[in-house]
Each structure stands twice: as structure tokens, then as C-alpha cells.
């Protein structure tokens, strides 16, 4: 069973500029959750995909963007980019919504730094 | 509001002691607890989890975990410390909210081994 995957592994990008981050989530799961963390931090939670319509989302500016395709991989698209993104971002796949039962599970993440 | 608290923001063990980190949350209804463990550079990798049932729950790498209603905690234990066991953890409590279930996670605890 193939876990979650998430590309690039890194990446440098410029203030102004911006940035897609791609997820593949684990088979079998339909949601996919995108957390950002930052340096020293927990994560926090960016918004959440399921079937491919956004369902939930964290304390962050619309320049924070999603997709959810049909086979339920996803992308981070951030727009405008600020000093303050430079994070490790993190995506979630979990199984479907079951009254909060499920598990999210993680892939190993993207670490932007924004110069 | 729902939060969680990890008081210890770094801890240090010797190889071959016990271990306990402290969790506490606070959540309206019945929480849904875990804890991630990332090592550095790294996504997060499940220990374990807590729906309902038991309170005292096992998970992997020799982990537990005991749930306490009337403290509000989910502290992790581990009787016997090894070196691999040096990372970041993390504890967070599931939000449940019009069909959407986000993570809100701790700051977590750094741990170092001793040899």
C-alpha cells in the first residue's frame, strides 16, 4: 500500500512569486487535508478537499488556493508570495469522513523558503 | 476554544529511562486524541490514537497513551527510552465542524536521548 507522497521535496521561490505543491494521497482515501508549519511550530491547518469540493478551511488569506482531482490527489497553489510562507507544508489523506473517526495521515511534506 | 497544550517544550532522557510527555486540551465535546512523532525533516508518522473505549491505548514503537477525562490530558509514555526515539511529538485533538474535521496540534515536545 502506497502512503502519502508530496512534491517537490524543496523548493526556492522569491517573494511576489507563485507556487504549486502536489499530493498524492494514500489509496483508498477521498480527503485531503493541507497544513502549513512553520519553523519551530505545530501545523496548522491550511483547508481541507473531499471529493473534490472544499469542506473546510483554516485562518488563511484567499491567496491560499486548492485543488482535489478525480483521483483524489490534490494541489497547494499559494499566490503572491511572503517571507512568511517560508514553511514545511504538510498534506494529509484520510479515509471518508466518518464523524471524526478518521485517521489523517501524512506525507513527508514540502519545505518552501520564500527569499 | 478548542486548543492543546504541551507544557514541555524540550526534554532530556537517558538511554534506558522512562518517559512521559505532557498533553493538555480543551475541547466542548467527547475528543479524538493522537500523537505524531516527526523526526527532522520530516513528515508526521502516527503513534497512536483515541476514539472512545479503553483509556489507557497502545501504539507503536512501544508507545502509550492514557487518556484522563477529568484532567483533560493525553500524556504519552514509554517505559524504556531509546536512542531512535530523539524527535519531535506532537499531540492534537480532531475539531469537528459542519463536515470538515481539522487538526489542531500542540507545539510539541522535543526530545533528545542521552546515551
Known amino acids: 500500500e502506497t502512503g502519502v507522497t508530496q512534491s517537490p521535496t524543496h523548493l526556492i521561490k522569491t517573494r511576489g512569486q507563485q507556487v504549486t505543491l502536489r499530493c498524492s494521497s494514500q489509496s483508498g482515501h477521498n480527503t485531503v487535508s493541507w497544513y502549513q508549519q512553520a519553523l519551530g511550530q505545530g501545523p496548522q491547518f491550511i483547508f481541507q478537499?473531499?471529493?473534490?469540493?472544499?469542506?473546510g478551511r483554516g485562518n488563511f488569506p484567499p491567496r491560499f488556493s486548492g485543488l482535489q482531482f478525480p483521483n483524489y490527489s490534490s494541489e497547494l497553489n499559494v499566490n503572491a508570495l511572503e517571507l512568511d510562507d517560508s514553511a514545511l507544508y504538510l498534506c494529509?489523506?484520510?479515509?471518508?469522513?466518518?464523524?471524526?473517526?478518521?485517521?489523517?495521515?501524512f506525507g513527508p511534506g514540502t519545505r518552501l523558503l520564500v527569499l | 476554544a478548542q486548543s492543546v497544550t504541551q507544557p514541555d517544550i524540550h526534554i532530556t532522557v537517558s538511554e534506558g529511562a522512562s518517559l512521559e510527555l505532557r498533553c493538555n486540551y480543551s475541547?466542548?465535546?467527547?475528543?479524538?486524541l493522537f500523537w505524531y512523532v516527526q523526526s527532522p525533516g520530516q513528515g508526521l508518522q502516527l503513534l497512536l490514537k483515541y476514539f472512545s473505549g479503553d483509556t489507557l491505548v497502545q501504539g507503536i514503537k512501544g508507545f502509550e497513551a492514557e487518556f484522563k477525562r477529568s484532567q483533560s490530558s493525553f500524556n504519552l509514555r514509554k517505559p524504556s527510552v531509546h536512542w531512535s526515539d530523539a524527535a519531535e511529538y506532537f499531540c492534537a485533538v480532531a475539531f469537528l465542524s459542519g463536515g470538515y474535521n481539522k487538526l489542531i496540534f500542540g507545539a510539541g515536545t522535543r526530545l533528545a536521548v542521552h546515551p
Open positions: 475541547y466542548g465535546a467527547t475528543p479524538y
Open positions: 478537499y473531499y471529493r473534490e469540493e472544499e469542506n
Open positions: 494529509a489523506s484520510s479515509p471518508d469522513l466518518a464523524g471524526g473517526q478518521e485517521t489523517q495521515y
